[in-house]
């Protein structure tokens, strides 16, 4: 199986700061990375896919990149309706994988 | 609107089966594959396999091999996941999600308990 390692596992940022989580891959994925949103007592919400292709309705704050193992999610601005827990999901093969998750909370 | 509803809230004992059933509407069911994970409380999110609505093709996690089914109802744009043998660790909010528009949607989630 491949192991999806996501970093940090929590952070605290304040409106307007540019925040990223990493995830890497203990396997080449080529580009098939997911990046999802999830707020407590909700499903999670798919954000962006193949690495850097932002859902329809995702702001353009949000944005991915990264390749091979390597991955990245930026926010650029912060925003208090941005807390809750991220995850990365790789799709290059079964068994999908996610990340552990990041923990975002607004200062 | 594209949407998936899934079944209420169960509570089995040790030993027991579940089968959660996801509703699709407003797309092609049989065009998308359909996931299942789940989520334990306080935990992450685990993949427990995939169906093709299509035919009916399955794949499965290796860890819930020979305990999980998932199969479809054409007719009424339903999949089901059941799982034989419950024990507490499964207690959990199930989801299904599709590939209908990459990893979305997804249904509100169904609590399994499992508590004797």
């Known amino acids: 199986d491949i192991q999806m390692t996501q970093s940090p596992s929590s952070l605290s940022a304040s409106v307007g700061d540019r925040v990223t989580i990493t995830c890497r891959a203990s396997?080449?994925?080529?580009?098939?990375l997911a990046w999802f949103q999830q707020k407590p007592g909700k499903a999670p919400k798919s954000l962006i896919y193949?690495?850097?292709s932002l859902q329809s309705g995702v702001p353009s704050r949000f944005s991915g990149s990264g390749s091979g193992t390597d991955f990245t999610l930026t926010i650029s601005s912060l925003q208090p309706e941005d807390f809750g827990t991220y995850y990365c999901?790789?799709?290059?093969?079964?068994?999908?994988?996610f990340g552990q998750g990041t923990r975002l909370e607004i200062k | 609107q594209v949407q998936l509803v899934q079944s209420g809230a169960e509570v089995k004992k040790p030993g027991a089966s579940v089968k959660v059933s996801c509703k699709a509407s407003?797309?092609?069911?049989?065009?998308?594959?359909m996931h299942w994970l789940r989520q334990a409380p306080g935990q992450g999110l685990e993949w427990m396999g995939v169906?093709?609505?299509?035919?009916?093709?399955?794949t499965y996690a290796q860890k819930f091999q020979g305990r999980v089914t998932m199969t479809r109802d054409t007719s009424t744009t339903t999949v089901y996941m059941e799982l034989t043998s419950l024990r507490s660790e499964d207690t959990a909010i199930y989801y299904c999600?599709?590939?209908?528009?990459?990893?979305?949607?997804w249904g509100q989630g169904t609590l399994v308990t499992v508590s004797s």
């Open positions: 999600f599709s590939h209908y528009n990459w990893f979305d949607p």
């Open positions: 407003g797309y092609n069911f049989i065009s998308y594959y």
């Open positions: 169906i093709n609505p299509s035919g009916g093709s399955t």
């Open positions: 396997q080449g994925i080529s580009h098939y």
């Open positions: 193949a690495t850097s």
């Open positions: 999901q790789q799709y290059s093969s079964h068994p999908i994988t």
